[in-house]
């Protein structure tokens, strides 16, 4: 994510740019309206957001089998 995401309010402790946009992006979802094509989007991108996890580990492990791995896993657990 951008590091603009992660700046945290010195006095509240709170990253104010994140909650800026989760709240635009529950202000979208709201907008919607129907809950089953909110269920799509969500799980949609959920399972994006997985592939892609897995992907990048497997090319990592491929192209830099020599990497520093803090946590060794095997391959057949993903």
């Known amino acids: 994510l951008p590091s603009l995401l992660a700046m ?3 006095r509240h402790c709170t990253p104010i740019p994140a909650l800026l946009v989760c709240c635009a992006a529950t202000a979208i979802i709201m907008l919607v309206g129907d809950t ?3 269920i799509n989007y969500v799980s949609f991108i959920n399972y994006l957001c ?29």
């Open 8 to 10: 945290i309010h010195v």
């Open 36 to 38: 089953y094509t909110l």
């Open 50 to 78: 997985y592939g892609v996890t897995i992907l990048g580990l497997l090319l990592l492990r491929w192209r830099r089998p020599a990497l520093h791995k803090p946590i060794k896993v095997n391959l057949l657990i993903p």
